[in-house]
């Protein structure tokens, strides 16, 4: 069963680091696209980062860039999001998700999604 699991998220102060932690099971990261998503109240589900199954390929949404990194360990099956100097914006639910395909980073280019993890940032 082919499954993705997001850990790492929680509550921090403003200007604080989280590092997100996506673990695949079922199936192997290493020919699979890999995205990160986000969803806060109200708003529609973004692509904030996503890294491609070949080396080079990352994007990060302008909202995000310069303080999250997405990196993967395709020996581990997994894939992180650091994420540093976080802003009240940043909260949300944010979730990883996988595709088969070299894909542009939009949330409805992908294919499988794990259940989301919460992330708060506030004082």
């Known amino acids: 069963q082919l499954q993705l699991v997001e850990s790492g998220g929680g509550l921090v102060q403003p200007g604080g680091s989280l590092r997100l932690s996506c673990a695949a099971s079922?199936?192997?990261?290493?020919?699979?696209?890999i995205g990160w998503f986000r969803q806060a109240p109200g708003t529609e589900r973004e692509g904030i980062s996503c890294?491609?199954?070949?080396?080079?390929?990352?994007m990060y949404a302008d909202s995000v860039k310069g303080r999250f990194t997405i990196s993967r360990d395709n020996a581990k099956n997994m894939v992180y999001l650091q994420m540093n100097n976080l802003k009240p914006e940043d909260t949300a639910v944010y979730y990883c998700?996988?595709?088969?395909?070299?894909?542009?980073?939009?949330?409805?280019?992908?294919?499988?999604w794990g259940k989301g993890i919460l992330v708060t940032v506030s004082s």
């Open positions: 998700a996988a595709v088969p395909l070299q894909v542009i980073c939009a949330p409805n280019e992908y294919e499988y």
């Open positions: 079922g199936f192997r990261l290493d020919y699979y696209d």
């Open positions: 890294i491609g199954s070949k080396p080079g390929r990352t």
